[in-house]
């Protein structure tokens, strides 16, 4: 079943329903615990004053109630955020399925290098782009597995991956529940940086043997003085005896607090305890793909580590509030939370960053599989010895659905396929295309066309190149020093490679312009792939009378250039036609907005 919007909003408003549901639910256990808190006052006023039978029972009875309130109060709360979180998720998912995907969330630019091959030339990242189009995941390691996919530009087509994306695809329920479930309550924009994981690369080690010969005789000291207190002067004497050891017994707990060095226990607590859910609805994935079964057994054994992880940091977490802080100096809670955090960290701390990769391809398998569910598309095949690529209608997967245009194309090795058209006519948007078609492939997710075969190839792009003023380079020389960069990248390794060159050289006079790029394309003359060169040169389609079977000519044109009118309003078909065109639109664009043309 494929994902459409009213799928999506039908689930979102079950959620806000649940989502209301629990809010009243909340409330009303809140009023409860503020009920059981006043009768726990009273109780405890009266027991101090006078000890009897019923202001015992009263402050025992009150304080049993408000802690079963309060686990239930914890209960409540965390299924109402569930039930948010998943109205979120489906509420974007309609957006999505609506051509809105730019939620000002993480845009992958955290994640690419500025001298990547082709991510920004293929809006790949940034707001707007591939990556927030694929993005459903809730954790920073799916965030980054996903990422490290969509820009690994080694060749290969992993069909591995494929088969297990089209398994997820049918489970709606499941990556709607794992996207819920690794979303703790931190930031949405990453969940910053892992400080188990730097803990864990940079230890301390634990206090000297002397200090916990202090804790053993603290422990048994505490405990003492209040039994003490409590034999001397009742219930008052205790709540002294308490009180003093609180005080003096604070400090030394605070050793171990400060040992651990540990700066924000109560967020890496959340963050690993929204992993260990993950990772458990990952040991829960469907499907009976080799490796999705291979990947639940992972998921399983990491998912009961990280519990065990969670516990001890929750344990440390609670030490940051003052009341509990106290009473637990009583018998130094916080040298015990430190050693059971640094026995699980000699157990299992190795293993915790597989851990971390595991949930990540749990979860970019899940982002895949979802953008296959809500935006369709064919799942590619290995194409015939000879042939790179070879589609039927592909269109750009980040246009909208309902009226972007597909064509045709069927590139080969050692071609060149020369574009040529009017301005905005449709050229550097099939360039992206073709090139986004290897990056999906690759990916392991489905390519916006009727039909895809392709072979495993690399990808380079040279079309979005700006001037830089801190380095005093102009706009010329960062596009002459890119072009470098990838021919030098076209001449090595064995695979082939797909080469994009839009409009290149536009910063020199049209000679040597044409000459530069006529001695781009020969330089590439018996390399491995294929090059897709936009162009306004129409000098450069006569390289084709010396070469015919090496250079294909297609173009794009405006409805004036079909209609062959010299009216200033133009309309675009986007539909890609062979040979040359012969017109331009330039200067009926400048016409067309009140340039003096007519004396050109």
């Keep these: ?13 079950a959620a806000a329903s649940e989502a209301r549901r629990r809010r009243r639910s909340y409330n009303l256990i809140a009023l ?3 009920v059981a808190f006043i009768a726990l006052a009273i109780g405890a006023a009266a027991t101090i004053a006078d000890a009897t039978v019923w202001s015992i029972a009263l402050a025992g009875g009150s304080l049993a109630a408000f802690l079963l309130l309060a686990l239930w109060h914890l209960q409540v709360d965390d299924h109402l955020r569930r039930a948010r979180l998943l109205e979120r998720y489906h509420r974007r998912g309609s957006e999505r399925l609506q051509g809105q995907w730019d939620h000002g969330q993480d845009d992958g630019t955290t994640w690419v290098s500025a001298k990547h091959a082709f991510a920004a030339d293929l809006d790949v990242v940034g707001p707007g782009g591939l990556f927030q189009l694929l993005n459903t995941a809730g954790s920073r390691p799916g965030r980054s597995q996903l990422a490290a996919w969509l820009l690994d530009n080694v060749a290969r087509v992993d069909a591995q991956r494929q088969g297990q994306v089209q398994q997820l695809a049918e489970a709606h329920a499941w990556r709607a529940s794992l996207a819920v479930m690794a979303t703790g309550d931190v930031d949405e924009h990453g969940d910053g940086v892992d400080e188990i994981e730097t803990w864990l690369a940079k230890r301390p080690a634990q206090p000297a043997a002397w200090w916990w010969v202090v804790v053993w005789i603290g422990r048994i000291l505490g405990p003492g003085l209040l039994v003490y207190g409590a034999w001397r002067d009742g219930g008052g004497g205790m709540l002294l005896a308490l009180l003093l ?18 700066k924000e226990p109560s967020r890496s607590r959340v963050r690993v305890r929204a992993y260990a859910r993950a990772l458990s609805a990952i040991a829960e994935a469907p499907g009976a793909h080799p490796e999705l079964a291979r990947l639940r057994s992972e998921a399983a054994t990491a998912a009961a580590g990280l519990e065990g992880l969670a516990k001890a940091l929750d344990a440390v977490a609670k030490g940051g509030n003052a009341l509990r802080a106290l009473l637990g100096a009583v018998v130094l809670i916080e040298w015990r939370n430190m050693r059971r955090l640094h026995r699980w960290a000699d157990q299992y701390g190795r293993d915790y960053p597989a851990w971390c990769a595991c949930l990540g391809r749990g979860e970019a398998l899940s982002c895949l599989a979802t953008y296959a569910a809500e935006q369709g598309g064919c799942w590619a095949n290995e194409a015939e010895a000879g042939h790179l690529l070879v589609t039927d209608d592909l269109a750009h997967p980040l246009l909208p659905r309902d009226s972007r245009v597909g064509n045709a194309i069927d590139l080969r090795d050692g071609q060149v396929l020369l574009l040529t058209g009017a301005n905005a006519s449709g050229k550097s948007t099939f360039m992206r295309a073709i090139a986004l078609a290897v990056v999906l492939t690759r990916l392991g997710a489905p390519v916006p066309a009727k039909s895809c075969a392709m072979r495993a190839m690399r990808l380079a792009t040279v079309m979005r190149v700006s001037d830089d003023l801190r380095s005093g380079r102009s706009r010329f020389q960062a596009e002459v020093e890119r072009l470098k960069v990838v021919l030098d990248l ?18 020199t006079n049209s000679r040597e312009r044409h000459l530069g790029t006529k001695a781009v394309i020969d330089h590439l003359r018996g390399t491995a792939g294929c090059l897709v060169v936009s162009t306004h040169d129409l000098d450069l389609a006569r390289l084709s009378e010396h070469e015919p079977e090496r250079f294909v000519l297609a173009h794009f044109a405006d409805r004036a250039a079909l209609e062959h009118s010299e009216g200033p309003d133009m309309a675009f078909d986007y539909a890609l036609r062979p040979g040359v065109l012969e017109t331009t639109n330039a200067l009926r664009v400048m016409k067309a907005f009140g340039l003096p043309v007519d004396e050109v």
């Design 490 to 507: 076209a001449h090595a390794g064995d695979a082939p490679l797909l080469l994009g060159l839009d409009e290149i050289l536009a910063g």
């Design 32 to 34: 409860l615990r503020f």
């Design 1 to 13: 079943m494929t994902l459409t919007v009213a799928t999506h909003q039908a689930a979102a408003e």
């Design 245 to 262: 050891v609180s005080v003096l017994w604070f400090p030394i707990d605070g050793i171990a607090r400060r040992s651990l060095a540990l």
